[in-house]
């Protein structure tokens, strides 16, 4: 008995259009991950960071997170996430919107700790939460690229799976019924 491998593919259209909506996200957590910056251009921390530019980028990772949580829903309701491919399509989904539900909390760490700096007169104080802001946002700058990375991985292996399209087409092509036979020329009828 043949396996039936047009069961287990992912529509091309369907592939193509997840392969797009995956770039675009991707591309919008790498850009925040490389736009988003704490420290200054001489790589400090200022002495009185902005409260509500840095709760933006809480915010803003959160509109990132809702999107990521979405697509991956989205693709978890569609009959393609049971095909070898879309497992492996979900997994990446999966790891990306759990690394993307990380990164809006550690940017409102730092969002909070640049509130009470100003408010810190003790120096010991002031370097610890420093140090924290540092490290809650580069966590959250991590988690972006992470997430990025996770949709990257799944987008590739939606165009592996394209690939793999392409080549089973002409042999899927040569496995249909044989043609009848034409007709003898001239033939006797009896």
């Not at 770039?23 to 790498?30: A, E, S, T």
């Not at 730092?110 to 140090?131: F, G, K, M, V, W």
Request: glycine letters at 4%.
């Amino acid at each position: 008995m043949k396996p039936d491998f047009q069961r287990d593919l992912i529509p091309s259209d369907d592939a193509l259009h997840l392969i797009g909506a995956l770039n675009v996200m991707k591309d919008k957590l790498l850009n925040a991950a490389q736009q988003w910056e704490l420290l200054d251009e001489n790589g400090h921390v200022p002495a009185a960071p902005s409260y509500p530019a840095l709760l933006r980028h809480a915010t803003d990772a959160q509109d990132l997170s809702r999107d990521v949580f979405r697509l991956t829903a989205d693709f978890a309701q569609s009959p393609h996430h049971t095909t070898r491919a879309g497992d492996t399509v979900l997994k990446h989904l999966a790891m990306a919107a759990t690394m993307s539900s990380h990164a809006a909390p550690h940017f409102a760490e730092t969002a909070e700790c640049a509130l009470t700096l100003p408010r810190s007169a003790n120096p010991t104080d002031r370097h610890y939460l420093t140090n924290r802001m540092v490290i809650d946002h580069a966590s959250a700058r991590a988690f972006l690229r992470r997430t990025s990375e996770s949709l990257r991985d799944a987008a590739k292996e939606l165009d592996d799976h394209l690939g793999f399209q392409r080549f089973l087409a002409p042999l899927t092509r040569q496995e249909g019924p044989p043609a009848p036979p034409p007709p003898r020329p001239g033939g006797r009828h009896i």
